[in-house]
């Protein structure tokens, strides 16, 4: 009798465990990885910013984006890695803090060791439609063009924020047409062109980057940059 219940008991909790796993594979299922995670969506940062867009008349939700591009965000051609035990690289990493405290378009990580510079002006070496990302990893200084844009597109990235010291999010907004369109006729910023917001989801550990795009807008770009 004894042993009966210890089989039975046994036979219990392999069920309860099988029963656990299935659950976690089912709720995986039902995640649907085209949209807008929940982390960013629900995050304080994502929300103010399209607020801020429906307030100034562009009409946009969080459902309407849609999953567009995945791909890898480090490359040795657009980064450079320094240990921060080199001579003089501490101090150099210290100072580069301190230079960029309390610039508007430039916010720094939870930690305060990491800044993205998203300013829509040329700055240490990086342009208008590019991003610079520079922070310490463990050991590394890390100092990279982490995201850039067509100027075809009239591209603009208009706000930036952290998830979490490893996770950051970067939206933008350009034409809806490919980053490396080179033959889509020349549309002003002065001009009505179809535009499409897109949202960067960036994770510096899993080196990975997520692009959400918008449905299109019509809109006058030089009419919209001043109010995003």
């Known amino acids: 009798m004894k042993d009966k ?22 709720q995986q299922f039902e995640v649907d990885y085209s949209k ?9 940062g994502f929300q103010r910013w399209i607020t801020n867009l429906k307030n100034k008349d562009i009409e946009i939700e969080a459902d309407e984006f849609r999953l567009i591009e995945e791909n890898e965000i480090y490359n040795t051609k657009w ?3 320094f240990s ?27 930690s305060d060791r990491e800044y993205i510079d998203y300013r829509y002006e040329y700055r240490d070496g990086y342009a208008p439609n590019e991003v610079h990302f520079y922070g310490l990893k463990e050991d590394k200084i890390i100092d990279a ?3 850039d844009c067509s100027t075809r597109a009239n591209c603009y990235f208009d706000r930036a924020y952290f998830l979490d010291n490893n996770v950051f999010v970067i939206s933008e907004i350009s034409r809806n047409i490919h980053k490396h369109d080179e033959t889509s006729p020349f549309c002003s910023q002065s001009e009505t062109c179809t535009y499409t917001f897109k949202i960067h989801v960036i994770d510096l550990i899993n080196n990975s980057r997520y692009v959400y795009e918008s449905k299109p807008l019509e809109l006058i770009m030089e009419e919209v940059r001043p109010e995003l």
């Open 5 to 26: 219940l210890i089989y039975y008991l046994t036979g219990c909790i392999f069920l309860l465990v099988a029963l656990g796993v299935g659950i976690n594979i089912k």
């Open 36 to 44: 807008i995670p929940n982390k960013v969506e629900e995050n304080s």
């Open 79 to 81: 980064m450079q890695v």
């Open 84 to 110: 921060i035990d080199q001579d003089g690289k501490k101090e150099e990493f210290e100072n580069n803090l301190l230079k960029h405290r309390d610039i508007k378009k430039v916010i720094f990580s939870p």
């Open 145 to 147: 063009r982490i995201l």
